[in-house]
């Protein structure tokens, strides 16, 4: 019981490690993508 409680924990911890790099990586990208490239063209 206490090892399935354990790897219960585990395995909750390293999901929420994924899903908050995941969602670090897509901000830094939409950042990136949306912010620092320009959204209009740029008229010479």
């Known amino acids: ?3 399935t409680a ?3 924990i585990s395995q909750k911890i390293a999901f ?3 899903l908050s790099s ?3 990586n897509y ?3 939409y ?3 949306n912010v620092l490239s320009p959204k209009f063209p ?3």
Do not use: D, E
Request: proline share 0%.
């Open 16 to 18: 929420h490690i994924v």
């Open 42 to 44: 740029i008229i010479t």
């Open 31 to 33: 950042i990136s993508y």
């Open 1 to 3: 019981c206490i090892i």
């Open 22 to 24: 995941l969602l670090i």
């Open 6 to 8: 354990s790897n219960y």
């Open 27 to 29: 901000g830094r990208n």
